[in-house]
């Protein structure tokens, strides 16, 4: 195996990681390890001690993030819905219909697909597909899915074709993520990828 298991999503917690995938928005996750190292830094990755932060003071804590004053606010877009709808507890919202728990995160102003589908798989261990930039690619390149696929009919092809396995989603996921970052970059590194024998020697696309 190339890259062995990934061990995704890194974080401490699962709240750790709801965070993590609001602030990784456009940003280099370089970007948010430093912002959640002040947050960690001062105990405040808790839901709890979390929704007393000033926004102001949120905001600071973030400035590594990028837009960190949008992020701040989606942030506490999503705590307001977590501690309304589920009196702040992660618990009571991993035991929530699937669907219906993911049309409620993507009414939360701030949390598109991307980031839902993550809370989903990495905080609550939910069979929800995560598509990101690199499993587009891969799959394009490999003349899978059209380069133009919408993200839910990319996420629609994973969820048909593989088990409905929250591990197994998460390490698929990591693992194209891991291809993508070494060798399906913007200009293609073929030639060692572990992938090129699917490539049935046709030059990938895009």
Request: glycine share 8%; aromatic share 10%; with cysteine.
């Amino acid at each position: 195996m190339r890259f062995g298991p990934q061990h995704w999503w890194p974080a401490r917690t699962r709240f750790e990681v709801v965070v993590g995938a609001i602030l990784t928005q456009n940003t280099a996750w370089s970007n948010v390890e430093r912002a959640l190292a002040a947050l960690r830094g001062r105990r405040l990755l808790t839901a709890a001690r979390l929704s007393e932060l000033p926004p102001g003071r949120l905001a600071g804590l973030i400035r590594s993030s990028g837009t960190f004053r949008v992020k701040a606010r989606r942030l506490r877009a999503f705590l307001a819905y977590l501690n309304g709808r589920y009196q702040g507890s992660l618990d009571r919202m991993s035991r929530a219909p699937l669907e219906a728990l993911r049309r409620e995160l993507l009414a939360v102003p701030g949390i598109g697909p991307e980031t839902a589908d993550s809370i989903l798989l990495y905080a609550l261990g939910r069979p929800a597909f995560v598509v990101d930039a690199y499993t587009r690619r891969v799959l394009s390149r490999h003349r899978l899915l059209p380069h133009d696929a919408g993200y839910q009919e990319v996420r629609a092809f994973f969820e048909r074709h593989l088990p409905s396995d929250p591990r197994l989603f998460n390490e698929y996921h990591a693992l194209l993520v891991a291809v993508g970052k070494a060798y399906c970059r913007s200009r293609p590194h073929c030639g060692e990828c572990p992938l090129r024998f699917d490539l049935r020697g046709r030059p990938p696309r895009g």
